[in-house]
């Protein structure tokens, strides 16, 4: 990966928080931090890519894991049309909720397949990673 895209991605990672304390429905809080926990797992895998810290193969694995368990939690987490003006979730999700879940489980595959025995491994998975982020927010958030 080159250094560019790679600060691609972690330009995307860092983008986001929103006024959670101004949002009172449940459904939307816990859609968000779940967004932040998959944030969190991204960037320690960032982190490692770039060499802001150490590449640990464990708790890269760990990270990976957290990713591909919460991608799975997606569609659930979204099914409920509940809009606040403090969330950023588009309604065009629930008018194309298979095409929204389906960009879920590409997170999913990408966290799936990446490799993270190596800082540069961990780059170029995080570069498919990334993508995914991208494409969801880009049609789904607002
Ligand atoms: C399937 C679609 C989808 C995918 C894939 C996805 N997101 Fe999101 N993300 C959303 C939507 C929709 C919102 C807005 C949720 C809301 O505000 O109600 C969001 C919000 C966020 C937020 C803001 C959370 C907050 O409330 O402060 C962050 C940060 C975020 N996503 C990071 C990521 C990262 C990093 C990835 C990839 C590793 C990712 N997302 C993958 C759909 C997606």
């Not at 931090?33 to 969190?40: A, H, K, P, S």
């Not at 810290?53 to 894991?65: C, L, S, V, Y």
């Not at 409920?80 to 590409?106: G, K, Q, T």
């Amino acid at each position: 990966m080159t250094p560019r895209t790679l600060t691609l991605v972690l330009g995307l990672i860092a983008t986001g928080a929103v006024a959670h304390e101004k949002v009172t429905s449940k459904v939307i809080l816990a859609r968000m931090d779940l967004m932040i926990e998959i944030r969190d797992s991204a960037a320690v895998l960032g982190a490692m890519a770039k060499g802001t810290i150490p590449h640990d193969a464990a708790a890269a694995d760990r990270a990976r894991a957290a990713l591909v368990a919460n991608a799975a939690k997606i569609p659930a987490a979204f099914r409920a049309p509940d809009m606040d003006p403090n969330s950023e979730a588009s309604p065009r999700i629930w008018d194309n909720f298979a095409d929204f879940s389906a960009e879920a489980a590409a997170l999913e595959a990408a966290a799936g397949t990446m490799k993270t025995g190596s800082a540069r491994e961990i780059g170029l998975g995080m570069r498919e990673v990334g993508k995914t982020c991208g494409s969801c927010h880009q049609d789904y958030r607002q």
